[in-house]
């Protein structure tokens, strides 16, 4: 699955520039360059919102006000300006990030890739449940602990991120660079039996046959996805 990023920026340049840098990183990239024009399209579904504090029609903060109303989609703020009150006024009024213009596409890279770990790890738009039920086999979000016929399972910090990470999206198809960033909180450096050990022991655990397994499924050529629905 791609990430979709929308990006609101008067800047035609810019947008085409983050445009081709974010799509060469593997995400769907979608631009518009007014504030009105974000609202227009505010009712699509983003993974992350990229956008500027200086709008024609409408002001970075008052759209950043509009879609807080409606959603929880990490938002980047870029500005111009290096002026701390408008730092200020932007996480306060619900920016996740904020980065001064001008900057280096590497950062913008790291600052968006740091967002949408946090964001996916802590479950997106959907509401957070304290319990994950799937019948026999219970995650407890307060507590942290993974509950199987009734009885907490003894799990390391890694094969809890894992799970968690996995169950609060179950049927999604994650990437293994997907699931490296989100668990070690890393940039993934194409080390397979580092992924694969970790899953292999949280078999092991939550499994009846680990070698048949029914919870973490493998899905070949892709990754790997959780395979039960809630009940």
């Known amino acids: ?19 081709q840098c974010l799509e060469n990183e593997g995400y769907a990239v979608q631009t518009v360059h007014t504030g009105r024009d974000a609202v227009a399209v505010m009712n699509q579904k983003n993974d992350l919102v ?5 709008l024609p029609e409408m002001s970075g903060f008052e759209v950043l006000k509009k879609i807080r109303a409606v959603s929880n989609t990490p938002v980047l703020m870029l500005s111009a300006k290096s002026d701390e009150m408008d730092k200020v006024l932007g ?25 949408l770990r946090r964001y996916t790890l802590l479950g997106g738009n959907a509401e957070k449940k304290a319990v994950l039920d799937f019948g026999e086999l219970k995650i407890d ?23 968690y990470f996995l169950a609060q999206n179950p049927l999604r198809v994650y990437t293994k660079k997907q699931i490296y960033q989100n668990v070690w909180e890393e940039d993934f450096m194409y080390d397979d039996n580092t992924i694969m050990a970790l899953i292999s022991r949280l078999r092991k655990k939550i499994e009846d046959d680990p070698n048949n397994p029914v919870h973490i499924q ?6 790997y ?6 009940v």
Not at 1 to 19: G, N, S
Not at 103 to 110: D, P, Q, T, Y
Not at 218 to 223: A, E
Not at 225 to 230: G, P, Q, S
Request: glycine share 6%; with cysteine.
């Open 50 to 54: 990229i956008l500027d504090v200086m």
């Open 225 to 230: 996805r959780f395979n039960r629905e809630e």
């Open 91 to 115: 996480l306060r009024t619900g920016a996740d990030d904020y980065l001064t213009k001008p900057f280096g596409l590497s950062e913008l890279i790291a600052r968006v890739e740091s967002l």
């Open 218 to 223: 493998t899905v070949w050529g892709i990754g």
């Open 141 to 163: 979000t307060d507590q942290c602990i993974v509950i199987k016929q009734g009885a907490p399972l003894s799990l390391t910090a890694k094969e809890y991120k894992l799970i």
């Open 1 to 19: 699955m791609r990430y979709k990023i929308l990006v609101i920026d008067d800047d035609v340049e810019l947008c085409h520039l983050l445009k």
